[in-house]
């Protein structure tokens, strides 16, 4: 049997965060990141824009020969893994996967909140969307969901303005908008990959009792449990150390910049997405 590496996707480099955590979590597997940086940011762009565009780079991974590939992007986990996962996986192949960073995160988060009052700062597309309220509640239908849009914080931290005063006054602002909605909530949960990179200034501007969820950890133990889960799909994962790294955009501008998201340095390769 064919074996290949696990695939991680984002539109940029968010996705990273997630990968570090998966790959300190599973060391013993190949592992392709691709960055759609050329066509980034998603959280913006439409339903059906960011379909087409995801469901591209899931055909590229296929073709690299991945059977499992990790929508590392809460975006296109909102608004593209269902219609892949129903409608194209079939034709494409159907014994691959395509996973995604919200069901995980709405399967647990209901054992970090004791009032149940959830707090979601995340991209204005995975607001809009409503996957984190549709799938917390699933689990917890008890839960109340709250979301807030942060649509400068990608842009601060891309442009490595995070640490700035400047992203204090940005951070301040969309954190108060969202306590504002409910004086109940006590977990927030950080919906977008980027945001981590942003943690220690949000946590400044959350009160004591409230913690701050980030999603690499827990999208990590998820995976680790689903292979467990699957040996089936487990047993089609190539080992070894390789890790590679490939963005649709400047090899120059995405390793200067991901090494801040993965925490050690990057060589990437650029790909072209041409169908």
Known sequence: MQQGPIGIFDSGYGGLTVMKEIVQQLPQYNYIYLGDNARAPYGTRSFETVYRYTLECVEWFFKQGCPLVILACNTASAKALRSIQQNDLQHLNPNNRVL????????????????????????????????????????????????????????????????????????????????????????????????PLLGKKIKEQLPPNVQLLSQGKIVAESLANYLQRHPEMEVRLSKGVDRQFFTTDSVVDFDKHAGLFYGSEIHSAHVELVK
Request: proline fraction near 4%; charge should be negative; glycine fraction near 8%.
């Open 100 to 195: 995604g960073v919200i069901r995980p995160t709405a399967e647990v988060i209901g054992q970090y909140s004791q009032t149940k009052n959830v707090g979601v700062l995340a991209t204005a597309g995975t607001v809009q969307s409503g996957s984190y309220e549709i799938e917390i509640t699933k689990f917890y239908p008890e839960a109340k969901v709250f979301q807030q849009a942060c649509p400068m914080w990608v842009p601060l931290i891309e442009n490595n303005e995070h640490e700035s005063a400047g992203a204090d006054y940005f951070v301040k602002e969309y954190v108060d908008a969202l306590l504002q909605q409910s004086t109940d909530i006590d977990t927030v949960l950080l919906g977008c990959t980027h945001y």
